[in-house]
């Protein structure tokens, strides 16, 4: 699964991800499902490793 793949699932365009720089995770800037933020974790070949789900 591809970081474009998560953004489709999300529905919301790569312009609203923010990348936190060599740190391989990205933090949405939408409103949440919850009160939680979702973090998604990719590992070092820009493939999802896990997605964090509040």
């Not at 953004?7 to 009160?35: A, H, R, T, W």
């Amino acid at each position: 699964m591809s970081n474009l793949d998560v953004i489709q699932i999300m529905g919301k365009e790569d312009s609203k991800i923010k990348n936190v720089e060599n740190d391989s995770v990205y933090l949405y800037e939408f409103e949440p499902l919850s009160s939680e933020d979702i973090e998604v974790i990719f590992d070092g070949e820009m493939k999802v490793k896990r997605i964090n789900f509040p």
